[in-house]
């Protein structure tokens, strides 16, 4: 559609003509992030601050223009992609961490700060900030909280939303407000928790106060080899069945081992069926005492190799298998297609066997590697797009397998976000009632529907964005 | 009878299942009626006199316990379930949930999360809005809305179970729960420091919360003659008897000091919520012979028994601290007088505009909530 010659100088004005971008050929840099969808914004900007967001904001209200904010453009769901066109609101150029108050143990970021970033610089004071999600070195804090996202340490420490005290944000007729805070039972409706997880559909965040824990004092990280899914999977609910809840449960299948040793050489036995990387921290004797109980449970269920981390260095090696698992897979096929189910625990061997008889029958390789401690799989879909007609085969089988997740008793997604990806199949989990009482909130902090538009709800018309698909060896390999 | 700060509704129903309350809210609702939900009648001295009365939706006929999963470390249940109740029931299998609320027992589910209560373990747990996963609420137009689910982890739509966490049931009844339940911790000890001054107090609190295992639970009390700081230990039995010999405090007297502890009540009742940096100097403009107890690790405290002349001041100190004084329980004309709320938030204009996209004829509550 492109904008008209006057608003494009009137967001020059508001945040800079460096910061405007609507050139036909730099807009594609624009057209997607890291899911399989993709459109074509009409323009993007870079605001700089809080007050140059409210300009833009209140420039969109008036011309009436979809504005879809964006961080790293690391999300899965198609949640940064402008379906209908209008703005990328990038934050991009939001990226101070404004302080760290060791006393506190708080830090006040803008929503561009990188979220590996603030781990290092919380380090230095001895402290970490806990959602760690596999892309961390990539997407920002602002995205994070817009997914509400998770990581492997969540087991045990919580999601996104457990860890964020207050933002600022930037409602779509350009208002400023602060939601949450640092005191606890603040009187009123808790809009903070409301906008966490709400995937740019309700505020733009301009300003994080998020929360930040003391390093433990002991970490041990243990990695278990075991013949099959299922007796991986059984392991990890007699892990949690004696009571433990380690720090970080994960695993990883065969397809994925394979690719990861070829590319890290992190020293998963590649005869294993099954990885499990174990996690636990706290006090010394703790994370001994629990090591040991841990070993012996997944003995007890078949583990044919354990090997506890001796160093940090050999924990790192075992992690940069795991976080960059899904770098590897681009040694299988170049393109992938990553689900987002959960299903409760005890559900996992079932589904995760339905996964592969999908897989198995549109004759496409899945490689699982997941957060299986929360029950949270990610079933991914490995292809290459230049086979004619796969892109149907491979939507077919992600539907099908998320299918199995809810016929489980699960859900549509646990950290990823639901975005353009699973918008389609949220009647699945939510009736007209559940999704009316959703749209009233929408329609109170977003009344003419501009922020993110086409996401979360399910399409009225069928708006089709473009099937572009990801390549695994291109793009996510260089990030580790 | 139930009354609310000294108001008789003119009916009184108790559903026995959510859709006959959502019918009896709806039936209401088109009647113009005012309907106040009523669940173990714990904390219905929280909230501003109610501007009209007219049903009283008594929510202990909701008393299933829908589903609880060990392997899975969930727990499904009804709003009228008491506490005590699910923990039995989670006990079974060494699991519960930890959240000890003040006024025990008898608090049901449905009223602990539209009151937002809790007790000393959310130094370590948080309150339920950490660890609540699905609700269900039943609307004034009649519907029955859910939201999360039952699995642990999940971002389908959004979270609105944190809109009616604390919402003092404005937006709607909650009829269901679902939660994330915990394993019982392998070992516990609970410890004291010998009879502190208050200065003292402070800093050996803050030496309890610096420790590499901090208490799950650390309450300073103020009783007539002296203070009580007590710390509750749990995790492994190595780590937690070395927690408390760095301490060295000394076991403390009560075998049940925490059940104790959780029978706390008043029918004069602040709470003090600031950001817990601030909570020291709050603590300091409290009257010499205040009768109170507080989580220092967590910024709140709880006062009782005051004279009304005594509030305003405290209120000011924790709005100006950035926090909050909310009265609990008070005398309706005193409430009425220094308002139950305190200061309007600044969000206040887009809180109401969701109250009223939930609740557009004012049914439930009208005047009880500052919203
Ligand atoms: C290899 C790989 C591994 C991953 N691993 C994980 C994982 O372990 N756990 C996990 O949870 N996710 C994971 N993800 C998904 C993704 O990284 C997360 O969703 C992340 O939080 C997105 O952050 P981002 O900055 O890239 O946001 P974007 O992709 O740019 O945006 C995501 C959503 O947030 C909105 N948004 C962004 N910034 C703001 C803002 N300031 N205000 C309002 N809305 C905003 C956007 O509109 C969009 O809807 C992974 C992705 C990849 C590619």
Not at chain 1, 226 to 248: L, N, Q, R, T
Not at chain 1, 321 to 343: C, E, F, S, T
Request: proline share 7%; with cysteine; hydrophobic share 45%.
């Amino acid at each position: 559609m492109g904008l008209g010659p006057r608003t494009l100088e009137k967001l020059c004005r508001a945040v800079g003509r460096d910061h405007v971008v609507w050139d036909a050929y730099d807009l594609v840099i624009f057209e997607r992030d890291a899911s399989i969808a993709g459109a074509l914004p009409d323009a993007i900007v870079y605001p700089a601050n809080v007050e140059e967001v409210a300009a833009v904001l209140e420039i969109a209200a008036e011309q009436q223009l979809p504005v879809v904010p964006r961080g790293a453009g690391t999300g899965l769901s198609g949640g940064a992609v402008t379906l209908r066109g209008g703005l990328a609101l990038s934050l991009a150029r939001l990226r101070r961490i404004i302080e760290i108050d060791p006393k506190r143990r708080t830090a006040l970021v803008e929503p561009g700060v990188v979220n590996y970033d603030l781990g290092l610089e919380a380090a230095r004071h001895g402290l970490f900030y806990a959602p760690d999600p596999s892309s961390q070195k990539a997407c920002t804090i602002g995205g994070n909280a817009a997914e509400n996202s998770g990581g492997p340490h969540c087991l045990y420490y919580g999601v996104t939303t457990n860890h964020i005290l207050g933002m600022e944000v930037v409602l779509s007729d350009g208002s400023v407000h602060w939601v949450g805070g640092e005191d606890p039972d603040r009187p009123g409706l808790d809009l903070l928790g409301l906008l966490v997880g709400s995937e740019g559909t309700l505020a733009v965040t301009t300003k994080l106060l998020v929360k930040l824990l003391p390093t433990p004092e002991a970490v041990s990280t243990l990695m278990a080899a075991f013949p099959s899914i299922e007796s991986a999977s059984k392991a990890v609910s007699d892990v949690i069945g004696h009571g433990i809840v380690p720090a970080a449960l994960e695993m990883m299948d065969k397809v994925t081992i394979g690719a990861v040793e070829a590319h890290y050489k992190a020293g998963y036995p590649t005869s294993a069926g099954a990885v499990l990387l174990v996690e636990v921290d706290g006090l010394t004797e703790s994370a001994r005492e629990l090591t040991a109980a841990i070993e012996q449970i997944l003995e007890t269920d078949d583990a044919f190799e354990i090997r506890v981390a001796e160093d940090p260095a050999e924990r790192e090696l075992l992690w940069a298998g795991r976080k960059g698992a899904i770098g590897a897979l681009g040694h299988i096929k170049p393109n992938y297609y990553l689900h987002d189910g959960v299903v409760p625990r005890t559900k996992l061997p079932e589904v995760l066997r339905d996964v592969g008889r999908i897989g198995e029958h549109y004759r496409l390789p899945v490689a699982n590697v997941f957060h299986a401690g929360d029950g949270n799989l990610h079933p991914n879909i490995l292809f290459d797009l230049r086979e004619k007609g796969i892109m149907k085969k491979v939507e077919k089988a992600g539907e099908e397998m998320l299918r199995a997740c809810i016929d489980a008793g699960g859900t549509l997604s646990g950290e990823h976000g639901i975005g353009l990806e699973k918008n389609a199949f949220m009647p699945w989990i939510f009736g007209p009632d559940d999704l009316a009482a959703m749209q009233a909130v929408k329609d109170v902090l977003d009344p003419s529907g501009r922020l993110n538009p086409g996401k979360i709800f399910p399409p009225a018309g069928q708006i089709e964005p473009k099937l572009i698909a990801r390549s695994g060896v291109a793009s996510e390999a260089r990030w580790w | 009878m139930v009354t609310v700060d000294g108001l008789k509704p003119k009916a009184v129903e108790k559903p026995k299942t959510a859709e006959e309350l959502a019918g009896c809210l709806s039936e209401a609702s088109r009647a113009g009626q005012a309907v106040i939900p009523i669940g173990g009648g714990r904390a219905l001295g929280m909230g501003d006199p109610p501007a009209r009365f007219d049903l009283a939706l008594v929510t202990t006929g909701l008393d299933r316990i829908v589903e609880v999963s060990p392997e899975d470390l969930t727990a499904t249940v009804q709003a009228g379930v008491t506490l005590e109740a699910l923990q039995a029931e989670l006990g079974k299998a060494r699991q519960f949930l930890p959240l000890d609320p003040f006024a025990s027992p008898g608090h049901t589910i449905g009223g602990l999360l539209a009151t937002a209560w809790s007790g000393p373990l959310r130094q370590r747990y948080g309150t339920p809005r950490e660890f609540l996963v699905g609700l269900q609420v039943a609307l004034p137009d009649g519907r029955l809305a859910r939201s999360g689910g039952k699995v642990v982890k999940n971002v389908s739509g959004y979270d609105l179970n944190k809109l009616h966490f604390g919402a003092l049931g404005s937006l709607g009844v909650i009829t269901e729960a679902s939660f994330k339940v915990f394993p019982r911790p392998l070992f516990e000890e609970t410890v004291e420091a010998s009879e502190p001054q208050l200065t003292d107090a402070w800093r050996e609190a803050r030496r309890a919360l610096d420790l590499k295992l901090p208490p799950v639970a650390l309450e300073l009390v103020r009783e007539p003659d002296r203070h009580r700081l007590v710390a509750r230990f749990a995790g492994s039995e190595d780590g937690v008897r070395r927690m408390v010999r760095e301490l060295v405090w000394a076991p403390v007297g009560e075998a049940d000091f925490w059940q104790q502890h959780s029978r706390r009540r008043a029918g004069r009742w602040l709470r003090v919520a600031v950001p817990p940096e601030a909570l020291r100097d709050v603590l300091q403009s409290l009257p010499e012979a205040a009768s109170w107890w507080a989580h220092p690790g967590v910024g709140v405290v709880h006062w009782v028994d005051f004279e009304s002349a005594q509030v305003a001041a405290v209120r000011a100190a924790a709005e100006d601290a950035g926090g909050s004084a909310v009265l609990l329980a008070a005398p309706s004309a005193l409430k009425s007088e220094l308002g139950a709320w305190g200061r309007q938030p600044a969000t206040i204009d887009l809180m109401r505009r969701v109250k009223r996209a939930f609740d557009p004829a004012g049914t439930l509550s009208p005047g009880r909530y500052l919203v």
